[in-house]
């Protein structure tokens, strides 16, 4: 049996591949561990082990944010028509200024206002269903196993990633006992930089937020990862009880001193991948019987 994980990314995704080098790098770690734990019983290839998909969501809110930086990008224009003689020889920094403060608000913030819309959650969704599908044309569980499959998400993708999951759970039911997927289980929840308890305010503040989603197997885990100065990142076991009850701990970790770097270098600069081989680690070995 092979285990799953699927990277999904936060605001301002940078490319398609903007997840390799991560996988690159959990790929290596877990294979360290193993080899350093099972010895000569270790596999010889992460491909044994593991399959890692990463969901690249940001395509489905290209179109309406470029309609939006070309308005913004004409109003900006109109503006630097009319600035004073003697403010002319800085015009290159003010359209500097005016292009940075376009793209922070169409595809930073206006990923968050985008995503609520009702068809690009939809898109956004199918996206994770594509990486679910493309694993499971590649793992084979046998006697009607279903595959354990964690997530790893960082900032608005904890978002996302908890939405889509929800949804899952709701759409599924059998014996009155909802499930997330007829092929996958929820192993573990790795979120990082979550802003998730700030969207409690959509129900009312945080006792009202108190339907939260679960891991499926009985030694899975739900780690949030935050740095103290990350502003984005909340933490969720102390939100309310219902929180409490299923998320295993938040887990303070050190990514970088300043807020940006905070919140952005988590699977970079702190030991978020360590964490979350070690636990693929003992995963794997257990599933195998060689624990």
């Known amino acids: 049996m092979k285990l799953a994980a699927v990277f999904i990314h936060g605001i301002g995704g940078s490319s398609e591949d903007w997840a390799k080098p991560i996988i690159e790098k959990l790929e290596l770690k877990v294979m360290e561990r193993l080899r350093k734990r099972l010895k000569d019983k270790a596999p010889s290839d992460i491909s044994e082990v593991l399959i890692v998909k990463s969901v690249y969501w940001k395509t489905v809110l290209d179109k309406p944010q470029e309609e939006l930086g070309n308005v913004l990008h004409k109003y900006y224009f109109q ?16 359209k500097n200024w005016y292009k940075t403060q376009t793209m922070v608000i169409t595809r930073y913030i206006g990923d968050i ?30 006697n009607g196993e279903k595959i354990p499959v964690s997530f790893i998400s960082h900032s608005l993708g904890t978002v996302i990633n908890s939405n889509y999951i929800y949804d899952k759970l709701n759409a599924n039911r059998v014996q009155g006992i909802n499930y997330f997927h007829q092929d996958f289980l929820i192993a573990n929840l790795f979120m990082a930089g979550s802003p998730l308890a700030l969207f409690s305010m959509k129900f009312g503040g945080p006792e009202s937020f108190n339907n939260p989603i ?50 952005m270098e988590y699977f970079n600069k702190s030991n978020v991948l360590d964490v979350i081989a070690d636990k693929l680690v003992e995963d794997w070995s257990r599933l195998a019987r060689l624990a």
């Open 79 to 94: 503006i630097l028509r009319h600035i004073a003689w003697f403010w002319v020889p800085f015009i290159s920094l003010f």
């Open 113 to 142: 206002i985008g995503y609520m819309a009702k068809e690009a959650r939809t898109g956004v969704h199918e996206k994770i269903d594509a990486a679910l599908e493309a694993i499971r044309a590649e793992v084979k569980a046998g």
């Open 214 to 263: 679960d891991v499926e197997t009985p030694e899975g885990v739900w780690l949030n990862f935050l740095d103290k100065d990350d502003p984005i990142a909340m933490p969720l076991k102390t939100l309310n009880a219902s929180y409490d009850k299923v998320v295993h701990e938040d887990v303070f970790v050190n990514a970088g001193w300043m807020p940006f770097t905070a919140h």
